[in-house]
């Protein structure tokens, strides 16, 4: 029966509200403030100026936003959603909750849980990425924006925070990860990472 009650959903949630707004107001704001104060690329000042009718977000920053690191960053978080569920046993068209907000099955919470971390750990490759549309993130260094690194201990430090702790795993509806949901999180990233570092090289 305990068995049965931990395989038990369709179309389960794979990230709560809670959780969203702890990546919006939480993990995502010093990373990107620290992008604010990012050092200009190498040989900018060479460059002609951009026409007055072109705006800073054009089809192509939107296409490598939106599109290349979005699509890449959605399927990798969702594949270690799915990964994590078939790990537990569970299989297409079973239950995992009674209802959408009860959050109470333990497979299913370390589904989401992973997916949320996940999201927080794909914000650390695409802030490398987005350094610079065109330079490799190994020309631009990695150690001389300070704010950065900062910025990233404390967006891993507050989300380890939100998943290990006992009262705010009631609050966000997480729990612990264990080092499997770790490293398959982290090889994303790299893979992430050194795609966009191809696409730099070849484009």
Known sequence: MAKQRILIIE???????????S?????????ALALGVEKPEPGIMELAPRQKKKGVINKIVLFRGYIVLGLLNAAAV????YFVLYQGG???GMQLEPNDTTFT??????AMTTLYFGIVVMQIANIFACRSEKYSAF??????NRLILWGIVFELIFASILIYTPFFQKI????????????????????IFFLEELRKKLF
């Open 105 to 110: 099955n333990p497979l299913h919470l370390k």
């Open 90 to 92: 569970w299989k297409p």
């Open 172 to 191: 966000f509806n997480t729990i612990g990860l264990g080092w499997k949901e770790w490293t398959i999180l982290f090889v994303f990233m790299a893979v």
């Open 139 to 144: 020309k631009i260094g990695f150690l001389n």
């Open 11 to 21: 179309d389960a949630v794979p990230i709560t509200v809670m959780q969203i707004l």
């Open 23 to 31: 990546i919006d107001l939480g993990t995502e704001t010093l990373p």
């Open 78 to 81: 969702l594949t270690a959603y």
